[in-house]
């Protein structure tokens, strides 16, 4: 997920348009690579959001809300200080690179006109937010890059700002013309990409679709090949205003006109902004909601590989007990043939009266006859304890993996915001993980209710983790109400509260429907009554079994209109 030149360009265009001459109210860091600037544009409140996150770095107005630290971090402070009540003058591309500036005018203490730049830098990891002054010396930045750090793209405080150093010029150039007129046949695709900025592949390949020139072409180009080229990039220096503008979102990419190269699912927005306000907040969440639970994630990986391994072990033992009965038969044998064996012997030869067949039975000389026999009972009776310890232990190492398969499944699904306290307590409990111990006498939180349903008149509840399904199934619910759960899956525990009346099938259905909601395609779901549900023995919470059921085909639907606020 990135964005080229042409694209920004065209998001610069649009929220200059937007927010020239918008003062501004508020500045917070809700993240430590994020800013948001609340201003007032045109009798309009906006947040114009801007992320130097490596994973979806972007700048465009949002309606998104995020929760602000308590304190303030520095580089917010710093804004604060420069550019409460400024007025945000311009927005543009800086120096044919990707990157926007946006001009402040503000007051100094001395109530003088004071000029401030904030130079983001949209570049995926190479990404930065940069505040400077009107001589672009550097006052703070999100990342600092040293001398040694940044490739000659130094970030430091009272450093004068510079741009990453590109060694291509911008296709808009008279330079890059000359570049790409120079192609002397072969990889015309590669050789825009080597010798032009600002245009990524997908725009190049757009480009040569809509100029109708091949992509592998066995010679220079022609002068009409090279008017064609020369009238798209013309028509690109404008976009925002050419008749074929269009802004639109095809896979994971914003493009400012419909690319016929460009594979993926297309959705048209109005404009730009309302199209990286799309892409990139959701983006943003995902990546956002995936790093808050990597350390969880990571207990919980390592709790399945350690799971998985006792397991094995498990079975590998077993294996070792399958030919116990052996022993025992070795044993008896001796004791058969106890007068037959001499201290001092190595060996009994013997006939098995099992299989009538003669055996040879090691024998230890340190030892008795009895002394031999004895040897090989306990080693029997040994093998026979471990078998029936192993088993027991076999059968709790698998439901705890069927366990750590539901844990995986709620990480998987958890909604960003979502606490995670109950998961954290699941783990800690189970020795994969340990909580950060808060000084002081902290109170505990109040435990997150279920999801709740209004389907025509009856109530409905979805679980949100084992210990919920744990306490909706075994203490909200009573015997007479219907349980829900997908087939042979990890899932939420769903129960319609009947409060003794007969529950319809339309309501089963649309209960069923939200119980396959995390499925993520049609499943099978299972549903009976509560009173068949029992608690799996020696399972773990949340860990059923059920009798007596029925199950019905649903489609995942989580029906919004019908959760209750």
């Known amino acids: 997920m990135g964005s080229d030149f042409l694209a920004l360009s065209a998001l610069a265009d649009e929220l200059n348009s937007a927010l020239s001459g918008a003062r501004i109210d508020k500045i917070v860091q809700p993240e430590a690579d994020e800013i948001r600037l609340f201003l007032r544009a045109g009798g309009r409140n906006e947040c114009l959001v801007a992320s130097c996150n490596a994973g979806a770095p972007r700048l465009h107005l949002t309606s998104e809300r995020k929760t602000n630290p308590v304190t303030a971090p520095g580089f917010c402070m710093l804004l604060r200080k420069y550019l409460s009540v400024s007025v945000l003058e311009e927005i543009g591309m800086w120096r044919g690179d990707r990157i926007v500036f946006l001009r402040f005018d503000a007051r100094t203490e001395m109530r003088d006109h004071a000029t401030f730049y904030l130079f983001i830098e949209i570049m995926n990891r190479y990404s930065n937010i940069v505040f400077t002054d009107a001589d672009l010396v550097i006052l703070d930045a999100v990342k600092h890059l040293g001398f040694d750090d940044g490739g000659g793209h130094v970030v430091l405080r009272g450093v004068k700002y510079a741009p990453p150093e590109q060694p291509k010029p911008n296709f808009l150039t008279a330079e890059a013309r000359e570049r790409t007129d120079a192609f002397q046949g072969g990889d015309l695709h590669r050789h825009i990409l080597n010798s032009v900025s600002g245009l990524s592949g997908a725009t190049v390949s757009e480009l040569l679709l809509r100029a109708g020139i091949d992509a592998d072409l066995p010679r220079p180009l022609n002068e009409e090949e090279k008017e064609r080229l020369h009238t798209l990039f013309d028509a690109l220096a404008d976009v925002t205003h050419a008749p074929f503008y269009s802004p639109c979102i095809i896979g994971r990419e914003v493009y400012p006109f419909p690319y016929a190269a460009a594979k993926g699912e297309r959705k048209d927005l109005d404009d730009i902004v309302s199209a ?15 790093a808050r639970l990597k350390t969880l994630t990571t207990a919980v990986k390592h709790l399945r590989s350690r799971t998985e391994k006792n397991i094995a072990i498990d079975r590998e033992r077993l294996a070792e007990c399958e030919n116990m009965d052996r022993y025992r038969i070795m044993g008896e044998l001796v004791v058969a043939n106890i007068y037959r064996i001499k201290k001092g012997d190595t060996v009994l030869n013997c006939t098995d009266y099992y299989t009538g067949e003669e055996r040879e039975i090691p024998l230890d000389e340190r030892l008795t006859p009895s002394g031999n026999s004895a040897a090989y009972y306990n080693r029997y009776n040994k093998l026979k304890r471990t078998k029936e310890f192993t088993e027991k232990k076999l059968a709790a190492d698998l439901l705890l ?46 435990a997150e209710p279920p999801y709740e349903y209004d389907v025509n008149g009856f109530t409905v509840l979805k679980g949100k983790n084992n210990l919920q399904n744990e306490e909706l199934t075994f203490r909200i619910a009573s015997s007479s109400d219907v349980w829900l759960h997908l087939k042979n899956s990890h899932g939420a525990h769903v129960v319609v509260l009947a409060e003794g009346k007969p529950v319809p099938e339309d309501v089963i259905a649309r209960a069923a429907e939200i119980a396959a909601a995390s499925a993520g395609a049609t499943s099978e779901v299972d549903y009976t009554l509560r009173r068949f549900v029992k608690r799996r023995p020696g399972g773990h919470p949340g860990q059923v079994i ?20």
């Open 276 to 290: 990286y306000d799309a892409l990139y907040t959701a983006a943003d969440r995902e990546l956002r909601n995936k």
């Open 401 to 446: 993996l069927e366990y750590v398969g539901s844990l995986e499944a709620e990480l998987a699904s958890l909604p960003y915001d979502a606490p995670t306290a109950a998961i954290e307590e699941e783990l800690e409990k189970l020795g994969a993980y340990k909580r950060k111990k808060q000084g002081g006498k902290v109170r505990r939180e109040k």
């Open 546 to 565: 059920y009798t007596d059921f029925k199950t019905v085909l649903a489609r995942p639907d989580h029906h919004p209109e019908l959760l209750k606020k």
